[in-house]
């Protein structure tokens, strides 16, 4: 559990309805990092473990790749929200759960109050270090976006080589970053970069040049919501005026471009 919180006051917040977004993205950062240990201690290298690259290789097919990395990224966010359940019970016990969001595309999960109000909405992305910048896209339109109670939780993960004790060479994904950060900052500086580049955000969609008619705009595909390139470069120029969250966002991007590799046995 992070360092300085008070988990409990801010929990005692959020189950009255009076917690800012602030609070918000501190209460889910408070339970991350012990859920991140849990997944890369034991989770990851126990149950989504396979033998090394020669003996077992990955899909090379590019709609195969893609099929993996959003089966691996699911099963990582599945196992990071049920260990944050788990914390929040220890701590809440039925005044607030973790829950998944089964009948919608936006957000991922919800923490609930004791009669299942809505507290907080979660929008968590598990991102593969080597995949391109299309498999990590936040598109959500700011309209959808609960300002006080939306966040979104990036997780950077990249494969990790290890043997185990039988020296039988293996791997299995490692989360190595991970943030949390208000839906809406993120959407504002999306939105911001649209506007930067010329075009133009609506109700309806998101709307940029068109690269085929000169001075027409056309629906974006989702390059403006690729998470590594959400901020406008001409802002990255002056990082104190962003917010705080924002700032917290670029050291995440900065440290998944970066990646590690590590790999001791196990």
């Not at 039925?94 to 829950?99: A, F, I, M, V």
């Not at 968590?124 to 979104?152: C, Y």
């Not at 020296?167 to 299995?172: D, N």
């Not at 040049?209 to 998470?227: C, F, H, Q, V, W």
Request: hydrophobic share 40%; glycine share 6%; charged share 30%.
């Amino acid at each position: 559990m992070a360092k300085n919180v008070d988990a409990t006051a801010l929990g005692k917040k959020i189950v009255a309805g009076k917690a800012t977004i602030d609070d918000v993205a501190g209460f889910v950062s408070v339970y991350l990092p012990d859920a991140v240990n849990h997944v890369n201690t034991l989770f990851s290298p126990r149950q989504l473990i396979k033998r090394d690259r020669q003996a077992e290789p990955l899909p090379t097919d590019k709609r195969q790749l893609s099929s993996y990395r959003t089966r691996l990224g699911t099963m990582l966010e599945y196992a990071l929200s049920t260990y944050i359940d788990g914390a929040i019970q220890k701590d809440f016990g039925s005044e607030l759960r973790l829950t998944f969001a089964v009948a919608h595309e936006y957000p991922d999960f919800y923490v609930r109050n004791a009669v299942l109000g809505t507290r907080i909405r979660i929008e968590m992305k598990a991102v593969d270090r080597d995949s391109d910048e299309q498999a990590a896209r936040f598109e959500v339109l700011s309209g959808l976006i609960e300002g006080e109670k939306d966040v979104v939780v990036l997780v950077g993960w990249e494969w990790r080589t290890a043997k185990l004790e039988n020296k039988t060479s293996c791997e299995y994904p490692e989360i190595f970053a991970f943030v949390v950060v208000p839906a809406a900052d993120l959407a504002n500086e999306r939105d911001n970069s649209v506007t930067l580049r010329g075009g133009r955000v609506e109700n309806n969609g998101i709307f940029v040049p068109s690269k085929k008619k000169r001075g027409e705009l056309t629906l974006d595909k989702g390059n403006a919501g690729k998470i590594l390139r959400i901020v406008h470069k001409s802002r990255l120029a002056e990082p104190f005026k962003l917010s705080e969250h924002i700032q917290k966002y670029l050291q995440f991007v900065a440290t998944f471009r970066k990646g590690r590799k590590r790999g001791p046995d196990l």
